[in-house]
């Protein structure tokens, strides 16, 4: 496989782990990690980083000639929860990224584009359950609003002017070796952190939220999957929904006490529960099953116990 790769937004939590997987199927040193921040030890010692705001076109334009890059992952955005926040930097920060990259690949500086999106692009008019590929999108949050924009303006450069970009609609992501920061579905994540350093967790969703996730593993190899895929076989060129595993704070919970029998945890709902309330708490990916065969590989069992058993013996 011969490409150079640029990853913008490589060191937050889903960059960081692209990053590395994409290092061991390319070679280190064609790919090119970037962030507004630096990334952790071994991103900074396994390969080329430079410093990069993924809204300043001109800086990712040079790093592109100094490497020769034939593809941008675009990670950099504001989630869902610090949107709520600061509407109009998430504005700002979705939007211009993307537009910048997407100029880039029209401009034939690039040959490729890699963009997610997310389940946030559904809002609360959208069927909650098995949420079908196309369907009622009114979303109700700054970033849902940021993301849905942003696969129209994909679909439109894809059929405006050729570029080929990629997207999919994550929901949750679970990691244990990067945080995630500013997401509504974190809770996820915190859990297990809490669950290991302090035996009990206090959850800002209500015990019965049902949300739609998904391991880092398998997030990194559907995108990785949809890249590799040949151009004719990705007939969508808004967003894939993408699907794995969904459960609802409790069910974590009790999959959690299998492992840490003393686990205790409590709920105390915040305006992130609005949130969640407007996102479908299940996911259709059945286009992204026939189309380049995605399938995920973990269950809430398997994730559990391959997360607990890393962290414990971190
Ligand atoms: C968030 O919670 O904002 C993200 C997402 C579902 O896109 N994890």
New binding site residues.
Partial sequence: MSETILVLGASGQIGNELTQRLRVLYGNNNVIASDIREGNNQMMSSGPFELIDATDKETILKVIKKYNVSQVYLLAAM???T?EKFPQKAWDLNMNSLLAVLDLAKEKHIKQVYWPS???VFGPTTPKENTPQKTIMEPSTV?GIS?LSGEFWCNYYHKKYGVDVRSLR????ISWKTK?G?????YAVDIYFKAIEDGNYECFLSENTRLPMMYMNDAVEATIKIMQAKPKDVKIRSAYNLAAIDFTPKEIALEIKKHIPNFTITYKPDFRQE?ADS?PSSINDNDAKQDWNWNPKFDLESMTEDIISNLKAE
């Fill in positions: 989630l869902s929860a949107a997310s389940i946030a970033y993301k994550y929901p949750g992501i995630p500013g997401g509504t579905t974190d949130i996102w």
